[in-house]
């Protein structure tokens, strides 16, 4: 019996932190998308696009928001993913925990580009751990051309990413595909615009 439970609890852990991490290679895959490929006139995710690439201006304009308004969209997408996953027999401890944490993307973002105090003991606790992402590892997308550390939610998935180099190769594919190449961020100095 108690193998039983300890099995189970396993097996429970590691569906969450499963869902934690797709949703965190999810983050970064429409931030990338923004970033790289957004166009700020499009309709319906223009003014997305347009916000995003204010961010990149001023990174702490964003703190001053509402939750409604960071959240709105990816609620909405939430909530037909768990929709979909519901109609077809998918949703489970994974998918659920995958959109749970998913659906707030935007908010570990938020805490990234906030302080210590600003944050709190508890969330500051848990970007020590690296399962919420800390100021000092997102810090990193916004340096040099803006076009590394995608992900949001944690400290884990990026190096990962970074290190098979899966956002370049993406782009390859993308170019290879389309013919579009990514677009430099507007934000981005003009010594380094230079330099890439």
Request: net charge positive; aromatic share 12%.
């Amino acid at each position: 019996m108690p193998v039983t439970i300890v099995a189970t609890a396993l097996k429970s852990a590691a569906s969450i932190f499963g869902g934690l991490f797709l949703a965190d290679f999810i983050s970064g895959l429409i931030h990338w998308f923004e970033d790289r490929y957004g166009n700020p006139k499009w309709p319906v995710l223009g003014h997305t696009i347009r916000a995003n690439q204010e961010h990149h201006f001023k990174p702490r304009a964003f703190l001053a928001g509402s939750f409604l308004t960071r959240n709105k969209e990816v609620f909405v997408l939430g909530a037909l993913f768990l929709a979909g996953f519901w109609a077809t027999g998918t949703l489970n401890l994974f998918t659920g925990s995958a959109v749970l944490f998913g659906i707030f993307a935007n908010e570990f973002h938020r805490a990234a580009h906030r302080s210590p105090k600003e944050n709190g003991k508890l969330i500051t606790a848990l970007q020590k751990t690296g399962f919420a992402q800390s100021f000092q590892h997102h810090a990193a997308h916004h340096r040099m051309g803006k076009d590394t550390h995608y992900c949001v939610i944690t400290n884990y998935t990026n190096p990962v990413l970074e290190r098979v180099r899966f956002f370049p190769a993406l782009e390859r594919m993308v170019k290879a595909v389309t013919g579009r190449t990514p677009r430099l961020d507007e934000s981005v100095n003009e010594r380094y615009r230079k330099a890439a």
